[in-house]
């Protein structure tokens, strides 16, 4: 048998009577980790602004990166193949679990 709590689970075997014996599995919230998943749960109208900047700002970085390098590393020569799996890799993901 399984009972769950707020931060406590408690398992007993029910199998034997006789014996009763059971787990306790306490939880705490990790410090700062546990703060943080907070703002994946907040939508508040700031939070989403500063989500859609900072996503901006990621796509700025990512698009300029690009192009930085020439010769045979550059991203005509190799660049694409490795921005075309990293776009095909995720959306198998995706097709696969959804």
């Not at 998943?37 to 500063?50: C, E, S």
């Amino acid at each position: 048998m399984r009972i769950s709590y707020v931060r406590l689970d408690v398992t007993i075997d029910v199998t034997t009577v006789t014996t009763g014996k059971g787990e306790l599995e306490s939880y705490r919230t990790v410090p700062f980790l546990g703060q943080m998943t907070q703002l994946h749960l907040d939508t508040g109208k700031w939070w989403i602004y500063y989500s859609d900047l900072f996503g901006v700002g990621m796509l700025t970085i990512a698009t300029t990166g690009m192009f930085i390098e020439r010769g045979r590393n550059s991203f005509r020569s190799r660049g694409w193949e490795l921005a075309l799996i990293g776009i095909i890799f995720p959306l198998i993901f995706l097709f696969l679990l959804s």
